[in-house]
C-alpha cells in the first residue's frame, strides 16, 4: 500500500461545476497535509494546507481533513479551465520533520 | 517571495557523465530537498539537509550524492549518469525543521536526458 494515494484521473469537470478529488494515506501519525497544484512542464505550488480536522476554505477551494479515516480531500468551486492541472496531496509526519510525502496526483480537466 | 533558482532546466548527458545539478534559494531557509518525478510514480525523495554540511537520504538515493556547503546552495551529484536516471528534478527548501506547518518551496525543475 502506498503511504499517500490519489485516484490518477483524469477527472473531467464541466466549466462551473465542483471538482472533488480525494487522498488517503496510511501513516496514523500524519501532522500536517497539503494540496499542491502542477501545471504540465511546471513545478508544484501549494494552494492549500490544512492541520486539523475540518474544513478550510481559501477562496474557490475547500480543504477536508478527516483524521480518523485517513484522510483529506480538495474541493473547486466554480471550476474554471485554467483549474486543468494535475493536483498533488502531500502529507508531513511527525517524526518525519519537514520531508513531504506526495501521492502520485490527481489530473483534473476542466471543459468549457 | 520565495525564489528557489535550479539553474540548468534542460540538460542532456552521456550515459556515465558526471551530472551536476544546482539549487539556490534566496530565503535563509534551513531545510532543502532533492525530488525526482517521473510519471505514474509521482514525486520521490531523494535527499534532504537539515543544515550547512548536513544530509540524510531519502526513498531513493541510490545513484546520487548531495552537497551543501552553503547555506543557500543544495547541489545533486549524478555520478555516473545511466539512462534510468533521466527525470525532471525538482528541488525545494524550506524553513526549519521544528515548525511542521512550513511549507516547502519548489523551483522550476530540471529536465535530465541520459543517452
Known amino acids: 500500500q502506498k503511504e499517500v494515494e490519489q485516484n490518477s484521473g483524469p477527472l473531467s469537470v464541466p466549466e462551473g461545476a465542483i471538482a472533488s478529488l480525494n487522498c488517503t494515506y496510511s501513516?496514523?501519525?500524519?501532522?500536517?497535509f497539503f494540496w499542491y497544484r502542477q501545471y504540465s512542464g511546471k513545478s508544484p505550488e501549494l494552494i492549500m494546507s490544512?492541520?486539523?480536522?475540518g474544513d478550510k476554505e481559501d477562496g474557490r477551494f475547500t480543504a477536508q481533513l478527516n483524521k480518523a479515516s485517513q484522510y483529506v480531500s480538495l474541493l473547486i468551486r466554480d471550476s474554471q479551465p485554467s483549474d486543468s492541472a494535475t493536483y498533488l496531496c502531500?502529507?508531513?509526519?511527525?517524526?518525519?520533520?519537514?520531508?513531504?510525502?506526495f501521492g502520485g496526483g490527481t489530473r483534473v480537466l476542466v471543459k468549457p | 517571495d520565495v525564489k528557489v533558482t535550479q539553474s540548468s532546466r534542460y540538460l542532456v548527458k552521456r550515459t556515465g557523465e558526471k551530472v551536476f545539478l544546482e539549487c539556490v534559494q534566496d530565503?535563509?531557509?534551513?531545510?532543502m530537498f532533492w525530488y525526482r518525478q517521473d510519471p505514474g510514480l509521482g514525486l520521490r525523495l531523494i535527499y534532504f539537509?537539515?543544515?550547512?554540511?548536513?544530509?540524510e537520504k531519502g526513498d531513493i538515493p541510490e545513484g546520487y550524492s548531495v552537497s551543501r556547503e552553503k547555506k543557500e546552495r543544495f547541489s545533486l551529484i549524478l555520478e555516473s549518469a545511466s539512462t534510468n536516471q533521466t527525470s525532471m528534478y525538482l528541488c525545494?527548501?524550506?524553513?526549519?525543521?521544528?515548525?511542521?506547518?512550513?511549507?516547502?518551496?519548489f523551483g522550476e525543475g530540471s529536465w535530465l536526458t541520459v543517452v
Open positions: 539537509s537539515y543544515d550547512v554540511k548536513m544530509k
Open positions: 530565503m535563509d531557509h534551513e531545510n
Open positions: 490544512i492541520y486539523s480536522n
Open positions: 525545494a527548501s524550506s524553513l526549519y525543521q521544528g515548525a511542521m506547518r512550513n511549507t516547502i518551496y
Open positions: 502531500a502529507v508531513n509526519k511527525e517524526a518525519a520533520g519537514n520531508k513531504l510525502t
Open positions: 501513516d496514523r501519525g500524519s501532522q500536517s
